[in-house]
């Protein structure tokens, strides 16, 4: 079981960039992490996952500017935007899913409270 909180949102111009960073309790070497995010009055969705093995998957909305990657010594999962948009603005969470990774979200058992991500000029 692991607890998950999440960091580095804030506010951002357009075309600029934020890290995001999320810090789990315990070991995260065999779960598969994601990134969601939620904007008001709409679903929530995911942005991009990564597996035990590193592999990526980024959805299509974020590719060639999202960059989602772990490192699980430190426990930690990171999210880098860049190119950021008005559209992106929502607020995200950080999820886990032992073992393998699915495309379904009620598979990611393990949330974390979010941090928002506003982009405004």
């Known amino acids: 079981q692991v607890q998950l909180v999440e960091s580095g949102g804030g506010l951002a111009q357009p075309g600029g960039s934020l890290r995001l960073s999320c810090a789990a309790s315990?070991?995260?070497?065999?779960?598969?992490m994601a990134w969601f995010r939620q904007a008001p009055g709409k679903e929530r969705e995911e942005v991009a996952q990564i597996d035990t093995d590193g592999r990526t998957h980024p959805a299509d909305f974020v590719k060639g500017r999202f960059t989602i990657s772990r490192d699980n010594a430190k426990n930690t999962l990171y999210l880098q935007m860049d190119s950021l948009n008005t559209e992106d603005t929502a607020m995200y969470y950080c999820?886990?899913?032992?073992?393998?990774?699915?495309?379904?979200?009620?598979?990611?058992?393990?949330w974390g409270q979010g941090t928002q991500v506003t982009v405004s000029s």
């Open positions: 315990g070991d995260i070497g065999s779960y598969c």
């Open positions: 999820a886990a899913e032992f073992g393998i990774c699915t495309t379904r979200i009620e598979d990611f058992g393990y």
